[in-house]
């Protein structure tokens, strides 16, 4: 494996300081205690000696999109201290589901009952359960998966149903596209869909994923208590 150039290396930790920074910073904007939110580093694509910094400095825990790429990488990482904290953020497929589950500490974008469900039958033979949360389409693109806000009000009670997964908060996506400002609807959107939804079935909902490099502060100030960011910790960072 190659080792990472001093320059990268310093240019990481640069830029997770500055999102750290920022972070802190919009939290404390909105009125909220600092350890509110937590930084889900977005890890997809790159190698794991780019991760390594970022363990080094703290952040444990590590965002994934791809099921294949998460199990590489958490064999790969597997003896380093801290020990990653991994999150899958991206679709997950049924058929990868028994394999990737135990791996994860949280699944961020269950976007179907019929995966929901799956997830249900699969738990007794787990030997650990991740957190899910459950990923709703707020800005009502087509190429994005979820719910949409009123279908899963429409599915409360079948969600209800599977209270033995622990179903911890929503997620979302912003539309391609938008800005720090223009995504904000977003945000509100899916924290007003959590409150509905925590009405109809009981379930506490504590956690809403929200917020990418181009938006996290919006994400904040709108309650997000997962924050998901990738490129801006690797920007300026050669491959
Ligand atoms: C890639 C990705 C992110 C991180 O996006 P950046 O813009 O690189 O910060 C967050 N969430 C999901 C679901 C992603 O696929």
Avoid at 45 to 61: D, F, N, Q, T, Y
């Amino acid at each position: 494996m190659p080792d990472l150039p001093p320059e990268n290396h310093a240019r990481i930790l640069r830029n997770l300081d500055d999102v750290r920074a920022r972070i802190a910073a919009a939290t404390a904007r909105s009125g909220r205690p600092p350890e509110a939110v937590s930084l889900v580093a977005v890890t997809k694509k790159a190698p794991v000696e780019m991760v390594r910094p970022l363990l080094e400095a703290g952040a444990s825990i590590l965002g994934e999109n791809y099921p294949q790429e998460l199990w590489k990488k958490s064999e790969a990482l597997a003896g380093e201290s801290p020990a990653p904290r991994w999150h899958l953020i991206g679709h997950l497929q049924s058929n990868k589901a028994r394999r990737t589950l135990p791996l994860v500490e949280m699944v961020h974008a269950v976007d179907s009952l019929r995966l929901l469900e799956a997830i249900r039958e699969l738990a007794p033979g787990l030997s650990r359960m991740p957190r899910v949360c459950l990923q709703v389409n707020t800005s009502n693109e087509e190429a994005k998966h979820g719910w949409s806000p009123s279908g899963i009000l429409e599915e409360a009670d079948a969600i209800a149903a599977c209270r033995a997964v622990p179903i911890v908060g929503l997620m979302t996506m912003a539309a391609w596209g938008t800005d720090a400002k223009t995504a904000r609807p977003s945000f509100v959107r899916l924290r007003e869909t959590r409150d509905r939804l925590r009405e109809r079935t009981g379930l506490d909902l504590p956690e809403l994923s929200m917020g990418m490099s181009g938006d996290f502060e919006t994400a904040i100030e709108e309650g997000a208590t997962l924050v998901r960011v990738g490129s801006a910790l690797f920007e300026g960072v050669e491959r």
